[in-house]
């Protein structure tokens, strides 16, 4: 039986490059601002309206520990289906998509990218660059507290 | 202006039908939602072409073929059948019934204008 | 499809369609299951006729998942239509199940998600029933009817049962004739609009065309005979028909007595016959078009907000504008029917949402060898659609749970003296204007609350309620394994999630050994709420105007600031109005945020006898908006009831001052004397 090639996008997030299989994609938007929530985690930016629905917004510089950036034009919301919730993570750019084969993920390696070790499921090479594939149930985790 | 009615109990499936021969300009459409309005507007207006789904409630596309076909005046109407994919007896039924031409569902916007030119060109080619 | 047609044009439609069709393939297979053992020939062919037509549209439209499915289940249903009228009774569960599985499919497509293939283990399934043979007799009536044999020949033998079924109601046989013409079609009457007519008062068994001679009236040379059952007079039916009284005549019918009746007992009339007819002049709308009316009607309502506001400003120069003012208000009213209107749209009937439900329990016979009936009975009920959505998924679970852990398995009912087949009832009763209760009550064992205590590990409750917070608990699960049915999808932690955002409610009463009882609180409408806009921290916020007793001016002197001991927390701050002294907070505070600047303005908020004063910067006016809880447990936070639209795209926190009251009250009401 021939491998399956699973499309999947591809978007940056500080200097490295992650990636969601597109079935969980429903969406990609251009960032124009958020409502902050007071009281959400630090991760959680707010919530933004994305083609007629009110979602929230995870900021994922934030959760991956980088600093803030100015905004910039290439920043992206990342819509995904996760359980049945629609969420949207803030990324630093999306332009891309990859067919990347179901088996040439590995176990991701010590890599130090600040904290995003715990979020990341599994790494493959598309081309000459790493790639993570982004567990999007730790980085929607919920942590006790807050609130 | 060449009068076609379109017959089916599916809005959505006539529009589409309308949609795909709308690169012929030539074509005005009129819409029949049940094979009884079909027989109705057929007996009080007159059509050059008629697009028949074959399954509809009530009064089913064969029917409106054998009594379209026992009319003097609407004998020689093309009437092209519309079958969906697995109903293939139908078709033996609906060419047996009197049906000009039939094609199955789902069709490409190409197979329908191919058909439907081939139906006017006859009939005017003869009158 | 290819090329120059877009079948992303055609998908609100077909999904309009697509959602009548399983409407009607769901309710006949309701009502085949539940009087199995009648012939059911009406039902197969309209079952027949919706799968056909669903597969051709989804084919159309390249939906392989759809068409496999619909194929599968015609294939099925024809089978069974050929042979006797009557569906094999293996064959039923397949079918409902089938039913699920596109219904799920045309979800996932209306969510903009992927259409998965059709489950191969269903589509054996469905061709495995096709093969089983069918049983019982077959119906035969031999009805005579006084009827040209031109009409009687070509009745089947399914009609002649409908009607001899009618006819033992007491429904009369009605022979409507109805002639086309120019001059009829002219003044609005056709063939559709007379079966338009009927149908409402009748069933409408059989509509023949027949040929007849040209006149100069009727040139069509044609004439519909309609066989009609109907209770309504001739006379009656003809008005309703908009045709003459001498086209409609009744018909004899005779059944010869030498011949036994080969039809098992009547029920009682399919009233659902002609609620389906009569459901036409139903539109299908996407809520999201009637909830941006109502935004469109938000923004109305600010503009004539800033129109009083000029009108006020010129009458301050002195000008006599009491009839603008008069004209302003004539316009309120009508604005305000319109908001009522609108939001009437989006109820719908409690009874409709949950049509499923007893397929559902159906399919879970086989999963879990539980023998469950289902009654539903919530009369008229109608809630808002958004609420009913999130609901339905609650109730689902809950009905499930009933089943798969409430009602006990055959054996253990008859050692406890209850009948073989365990009952489950949904109910519904209106608790007070502005909710819904929907009740779940199951007459199985109830819970074992010390077995629940002891799997999550803490003490066993004192009452119900204790009861509910463990079971409540995310990743609470009463059984080792999750079980097929209930272990996926939500769980009863979700539920009470879904009821609280929803701003409702979930209780339950155990009755150990005897059953349980789930009740579920629903807001009938989501709040169009009258609300404040204002500013604090350059932020927007609204607040319902209902909890705001005043809004007043900060003078600096007028706040009082007491003295506070070492070692006694934050300092408050007291405000002089009118002679009382309330305790004055930044709004931006209480929040939890870091005030930004001059907050010269406060509003006054009252709850349950507390007053408190809320510090910001400006006030921005009043306005009408729907407000939408904030679902999603990642933003969802005291203090924050939903979000907005005031029409410039970005969604506002619509704040819940009467929660943020009651924290700060316990937080300070040691330290502040009335």
């Known amino acids: 039986m021939s491998a399956v090639d699973v499309l999947h996008v591809v978007f940056k997030v500080g200097e490295t490059d992650y990636v969601l299989p597109a079935s969980t994609v429903l969406e990609m938007e251009s960032f124009s601002g958020v409502t902050h929530v007071p009281g959400t985690a630090t991760h959680v930016a707010g919530l933004v309206h994305i083609r007629g629905r009110v ?48 088996g040439a993920f590995d176990r991701p390696p010590d890599i130090v990218v600040e904290r995003a070790a715990g979020f990341v499921k599994a790494v493959a090479r598309v081309g000459p660059r790493l790639v993570m594939l982004l567990d999007c149930e730790r980085v929607l985790a919920q942590e006790q507290g807050d609130g | 202006m060449t009068e076609v009615l379109v017959v089916d109990d599916s809005k959505v499936m006539r529009d589409m039908v309308v949609a795909c021969l709308r ?105 | 499809m290819t090329q120059s047609v877009d079948v992303q044009e055609f998908l609100q439609g077909f999904l309009g369609e697509a959602d009548e069709h399983l409407g009607r393939i769901t309710g006949n297979l309701a009502a085949i299951e539940r009087e199995p053992s009648h012939a059911h020939g009406r039902e197969l062919g309209e079952l027949l006729r919706s799968l056909h037509t669903l597969k051709g549209l989804a084919g159309m439209m390249g939906i392989d998942g759809i068409v496999d499915l619909a194929h599968a289940m015609e294939t099925l249903v024809r089978a069974a239509e050929r042979s006797h009228g009557r569906l094999p009774p293996r064959a039923l569960d397949p079918l409902v199940e089938g039913a699920g599985a596109i219904t799920q499919r045309i979800r996932a497509l209306a969510d903009g998600l992927a259409v998965p293939p059709a489950p191969e283990p269903l589509l054996a399934a469905l061709e495995r029933a096709a093969d089983a043979p069918s049983e019982g007799p077959e119906p035969r009536r031999a009805l005579q009817l006084d009827l040209d044999p031109s ?197 719908v009937p409690l009874r409709e949402v949950l049509e499923p439900l007893p397929l559902i329990v159906r399919g879970l016979r086989n999963t879990t060898g ?64 502005a909710t819904l209760d929907i009740t779940i009550v199951d007459d199985g064992g109830g819970v074992d609350a010390a077995a629940v205590a002891r799997r999550a590990g803490k003490p066993v409750p004192s009452d119900d309620a204790g009861l509910l917070d463990i079971l409540t608990t995310p990743g609470f699960s009463s059984r080792d394994e999750t079980t097929t049915t209930s272990g996926r999808g939500i769980g009863l932690d979700i539920v009470r999630q879904t009821m609280d955002a929803l701003g409702g409610a979930l209780e339950l009463e155990n009755r150990p050994g005897q059953g349980t009882t789930m009740r579920l609180r629903a807001p009938l409408t989501v709040a169009i709420v009258d609300a404040f806009a204002f500013e604090a921290g ?46 004055l907070v930044s709004l931006r505070r209480a929040l939890g945020l870091a005030p930004t600047g001059d907050e010269p303005k406060a509003m006054i908020v009252r709850r349950a006898g507390h007053r408190f004063a809320f510090t910001i910067e400006r006030m921005l006016g009043r306005h009408e908006v729907l407000v939408r809880p904030l679902g999603d447990p990642l933003v969802r936070v005291p203090g924050v009831a939903g979000s907005a639209d005031l029409g410039d795209g970005r969604p506002t926190l619509v704040l819940d001052l009467a929660g943020l009251t009651g924290r700060l009250v316990e937080r300070t009401s040691a330290e502040v004397q009335p």
């Open chain 3, 538 to 583: 350059r932020e927007r916020y609204l607040a319902p105007i209902g909890v705001v007793d005043a809004i007043v001016e900060v003078e600096p002197s007028a706040v009082v600031r007491p003295p506070r001991g070492p070692g006694e927390g934050q300092p408050i701050e007291l405000l002089h109005v009118r002679g009382d002294v309330i305790p």
């Open chain 2, 23 to 127: 690169a012929r300009e030539r074509l005005r459409f009129t819409h029949a939602a049940s094979g009884l309005e079909a027989i109705e507007r057929l007996s009080l207006a007159s059509f050059d072409l008629v697009v028949l789904d074959l399954n509809m409630p009530d009064i089913g596309g064969i029917e409106v073929l054998e009594f379209v076909r026992a009319q003097d005046k609407l004998r020689e109407l093309p009437i092209l059948v519309v079958t969906t994919r697995g109903d293939e007896a139908s078709r033996e039924r609906a060419l047996g019934a009197g049906a000009s031409s039939f094609m199955t569902k789902p069709f490409t916007p190409e197979g329908i204008l191919d058909q439907v030119d081939a139906l006017l060109g006859e009939s005017t080619g003869r009158s």
């Open chain 3, 151 to 347: 009409i009687a020949d070509k009745l089947t033998a399914s009609e002649r049962e409908e009607i001899g079924r009618a006819l033992e109601h007491g429904d009369a046989v009605v022979l409507v004739e109805f002639v086309p013409t120019p001059a009829k079609a002219e003044a609005g009457t056709t063939i559709t609009t007379v079966r338009a007519g009927i149908a409402p008062h009748g069933r409408i068994v059989r509509v023949l065309p027949r040929s007849r001679p040209r006149t100069e009236d009727a040139p069509g040379g044609l004439d519909f005979a309609l066989v009609v059952v109907t209770r309504l007079s001739v006379a009656e039916l003809a008005a309703a028909a908009r045709v003459d009284p001498s086209d409609v005549r009744r018909i004899g019918a005779t059944e010869p007595v030498d011949t036994p009746a080969l039809v098992e007992s009547v029920g009682p009339a399919d009233e659902g016959a002609f609620d389906r007819a009569s459901r036409k002049g139903v539109v299908r709308m996407d809520v999201a078009k009637l909830d941006a009316a109502l935004e469109h009607l938000s923004a109305i309502a600010l503009g004539r907000a800033r129109l009083r506001e000029e009108v006020q400003r010129l009458a301050a120069d002195g000008l006599d504008l009491r009839r603008l003012r008069a004209m302003l208000d004539d316009e309120a009213r009508p604005l305000r029917r319109m908001r009522e209107t609108l939001l009437g749209l989006r109820m």
């Open chain 1, 55 to 102: 979602i929230p917004l995870v900021d994922l510089r934030a959760r991956f520990g980088l600093g803030p950036v100015e905004r910039s034009l290439d920043q992206r919301v990342v819509v995904v289906d996760h359980h049945g919730r629609r969420i949207g993570l803030l990324v630093d750019a999306a332009r891309e998509v990859a067919k990347i084969e179901q």
């Open chain 3, 370 to 433: 539980k023998h469950v009936r289902l009654s539903v009975d919530v009369g008229t009920a109608e809630l808002d659609k958004t609420v009913a959505e999130r609901v339905f998924p609650a109730l689902v679970h809950i009905v499930r749970n009933a089943v798969d852990h409430g009602i006990e398995s055959p054996d253990v009912r008859a050692s406890r003296g209850k009948p073989p087949e365990g009952h489950v009832r949904v109910e519904a009763s209106s608790s007070s204007a």
